[in-house]
């Protein structure tokens, strides 16, 4: 009974450990980290800061390489791949998302949606690209440049452009960062949607609890080891958790200070 369509999960990490420096000034960013990311879901990752959130985004990314442990996605197993076959790998099966909208100025709407795909190679299937336009509510701007848009709508273009190749999964590090918190909600429910409508996997990096309640689990991460996780989540149940996680990750005379940045301004 293989039915890898159901039985697949879009990201997979098994004992990932990763290890900054040499001998006598070692860092243990990720000491251990085992879970899964099914597919059409959409996780947050928080934890404390240094606590590991974006070591572990990169190295489920393939942009960098762990310790020890394996990362696998859609059953690939990235530490056999060689360069060359994780550029394409990240190229074709990885959406990216970042607090910097990392647009093109002098490109179109359109021609940053379809700027990855012809750097491959390829073409979008006819019309995918109005879909994903029309779906991130820039259909009537795909002929404007970036700079004639608003931060949200740039990062609805970032989006976009992470849709278009239905990649396997999108990492989305600190999306709404940079954004006003009225904006920053309209661009989470747009990545609730592209997961709950269009089966897209997600995974944020978020500071934020109230981001993090967009999504339909977290994960806390405290000194790079994953410190429970929490099934639909709220900002009051996330915050709570981040209190806790503060005590538990710092155990100096300030945990309040990680509190405090729990509840983000
Ligand atoms: N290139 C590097 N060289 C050495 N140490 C590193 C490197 N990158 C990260 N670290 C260390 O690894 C640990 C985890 O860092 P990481 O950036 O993953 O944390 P984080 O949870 O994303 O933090 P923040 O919320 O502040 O962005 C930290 O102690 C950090 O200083």
């Known amino acids: 009974m293989k039915d890898t369509g159901d039985i697949?999960?879009?990201?997979?990490?098994t004992a990932v450990r990763k290890v900054y420096g040499r001998r006598d000034n070692q860092v243990v960013a990720?000491?251990?980290?085992?879970?899964?990311?099914?597919?059409?879901?959409?996780?947050?990752?928080?934890?404390p800061?240094?606590?590991?959130?974006?070591?572990?985004?990169?190295?489920?990314?393939?942009?960098?390489?762990?310790?020890?442990?394996?990362?696998?996605?859609?059953?690939?197993?990235?530490?056999?791949m060689n360069e060359t076959a994780l550029t394409k790998l990240r190229r074709d099966r990885i959406g990216f998302v970042f607090q910097a909208f990392n647009l093109l100025p002098v490109?179109?709407?359109?021609?940053?949606?379809?700027?990855?795909?012809r750097l491959a190679g390829?073409?979008?299937?006819?019309?995918?690209?109005?879909?994903?336009?029309?779906?991130?509510?820039?259909?009537?701007r795909s002929n404007h440049r970036p700079a004639e848009l608003s931060g949200g709508q740039q990062q609805r273009v970032a989006i976009a452009r992470a849709l278009v190749s239905e990649p396997a999964v999108i990492f989305?590090?600190?999306?709404?960062?940079?954004?006003?918190?009225?904006t920053a909600r309209d661009i989470l429910a747009l990545l609730r949607h592209a997961s709950q409508a269009a089966g897209q996997t997600i995974v944020m990096v978020t500071h934020d609890p109230v981001a993090a309640?967009?999504?339909?689990?977290?994960?806390?991460?405290?000194?790079?080891?994953?410190?429970g996780e929490l099934d639909s989540p709220t900002p009051q149940s996330?915050?709570?958790?981040?209190?806790?996680?503060?005590?538990?990750?710092?155990?100096?005379?300030?945990p309040r200070l990680v509190t405090s940045r729990g509840g983000q301004r």
């Open 213 to 227: 309640s967009f999504a339909d689990r977290v994960l806390f991460l405290a000194d790079g080891r994953l410190a």
């Open 238 to 254: 996330v915050a709570d958790r981040m209190t806790h996680l503060g005590a538990f990750a710092d155990d100096g005379p300030l």
């Open 8 to 13: 697949t999960d879009a990201v997979r990490l």
């Open 49 to 80: 800061s240094g606590s590991g959130k974006s070591t572990l985004l990169q190295c489920a990314a393939g942009l960098d390489q762990p310790t020890s442990g394996s990362v696998l996605i859609e059953e690939q197993e990235l530490s056999e």
């Open 172 to 182: 989305a590090d600190e999306p709404t960062g940079a954004l006003d918190t009225r």
């Open 30 to 47: 990720l000491d251990g980290v085992t879970t899964r990311f099914g597919r059409g879901t959409f996780t947050a990752i928080m934890g």
């Open 122 to 140: 390829r073409k979008p299937a006819r019309g995918r690209v109005s879909t994903v336009l029309d779906q991130v509510g820039l259909a009537q």
């Open 107 to 117: 490109l179109t709407v359109r021609q940053n949606v379809t700027l990855p795909l």
